[in-house]
C-alpha cells in the first residue's frame, strides 16, 4: 500500500477523533466508574465508559469503510468487535481510546486519543488528539511533524510541528534510578508516584509547550508511550533505549510490546541526559 493510501487513511479518521473527544468531553463530567481493570496501579487499572464507547466507534467506522485493515483497540478483551478483523493484514490501526483515563476519570483534561497505523509492521502515521484543548498531534513518515485544531480536521490545514526544548522538567515511570542520577540538573516526576493535578505535567505533548524535557520509562506500553514518541522524533525529539542504543519500535511496532525508553526534546538534551545517566542504567530495575 502506497503512502498515499496511508494519508488517505490517516485523513478519514481525523474527524471521527474530533467525534469522539467531544463524545468523551460530554459525558466526563457526570462520569460512572466501572470496575477497574486488572493492574499494579491506579493509572494501569483506570476503565470507564469513555474507554469502551470510543473503542467501539472506531471498531464500527474501521469495519464499514476499511474492512481489510487489521485493528487492536487497548480494550480489545471487552470488544465486540475484535473477531471481526482480519487477523492477518499488510495494514494495522492501534488505537488508545483513553489515553490518561486515570485523568479523565478525575475530571483532568491532559488525556487524549490516540491512534497509530503501521504498513507491515513499520509504523507510517501516529496522531494524538487532545479534546480538551482541541488540538493535533501528528507524524507522518516522509512528512514530518504536524499540528492542527478541531476546526479543520484535515492534513492539508496542518501546519509543521516541532519540539520547544529549554525545560528541565523530566516525566518519568518506573525508574526511581533514573530521577535520582538526574537530580540537581533536571527536576523528575513519576507520573504516578508524583502525580500532582496543579503541576498538569502528564502528556509527552508537553514537549510541544516547552514544559517537558524529557520522558523516560521501564516497560512503558508501545501502544501509548510508542506512538506518542514517533510523534515527538519526528518533531525535532531524539528517542533511544534507557542505555542509549537505538529503539527499533518504530520499524517493528507491537501495540502489546513494553520497553524501556528515553525520548528528548532535542538530541542536546538527550546526550546531557545520557552523560549524566552513563550506560549503567541498563541494569536498572527489574521489569
Avoid at 483513553?98 to 509492521?121: C, K, M, Y
Avoid at 488540538?135 to 520547544?164: C, K
Avoid at 511496532?253 to 542536546?268: G, K
Wanted: glycine fraction near 8%; hydrophobic fraction near 45%; charge should be negative.
Amino acid at each position: 500500500m502506497s503512502m498515499r493510501c496511508i494519508r488517505d487513511l490517516l485523513e478519514s479518521y481525523l474527524g471521527l477523533l474530533v467525534t469522539a473527544g467531544d463524545y468523551a468531553l460530554a459525558i466526563q463530567p457526570q462520569l460512572a466508574r466501572r470496575a477497574p481493570k486488572d493492574g499494579h496501579n491506579a493509572w494501569v487499572a483506570a476503565l470507564t465508559d469513555a474507554d469502551l464507547s470510543v473503542q467501539n466507534l472506531f471498531e464500527v467506522a474501521t469495519l464499514a469503510r476499511f474492512p481489510q485493515v487489521r485493528f487492536f483497540g487497548e480494550e480489545y478483551a471487552q470488544s465486540l468487535n475484535q473477531k471481526y478483523f482480519p487477523a492477518r493484514a499488510e495494514i494495522a490501526v492501534h488505537l488508545d481510546p483513553v489515553n490518561g483515563t486515570f485523568l479523565f476519570q478525575n475530571q483532568r483534561p491532559n488525556w487524549d486519543i490516540l491512534l497509530s497505523i503501521a504498513e507491515h509492521g513499520r509504523l507510517a502515521a501516529a496522531v494524538s488528539y487532545v479534546p480538551a484543548s482541541g488540538r493535533f498531534y501528528l507524524a507522518l513518515r516522509g512528512t514530518g511533524a504536524l499540528t492542527g485544531e478541531r476546526r479543520h480536521p484535515r492534513l492539508a490545514d496542518m501546519v509543521p510541528l516541532a519540539t520547544r526544548p529549554g525545560s528541565h522538567q523530566c516525566l518519568t515511570y518506573q525508574t526511581p534510578e533514573v530521577n535520582e542520577r538526574l537530580r540537581g540538573e533536571f527536576e523528575c516526576f513519576d507520573i504516578v508516584a508524583d502525580d500532582d493535578p496543579a503541576r498538569g505535567l502528564d502528556n509527552l505533548n508537553e514537549f510541544y509547550s516547552g514544559r517537558l524535557a524529557a520522558f523516560a520509562c521501564r516497560a512503558g506500553d508501545c501502544l501509548d508511550w510508542g506512538a506518542a514518541a514517533f510523534i515527538a522524533v519526528a518533531a525535532g525529539g531524539r528517542a533511544t533505549h534507557l542505555d542509549g542504543s537505538p529503539l527499533d519500535i518504530f520499524e517493528d511496532f507491537d501495540p502489546q510490546r513494553s520497553v524501556d525508553m528515553l525520548v528528548a526534546a532535542d538530541a542536546a538534551t538527550h546526550a546531557a541526559i545520557m552523560a549524566r545517566l552513563g550506560r549503567r542504567v541498563a541494569a536498572g530495575t527489574p521489569r
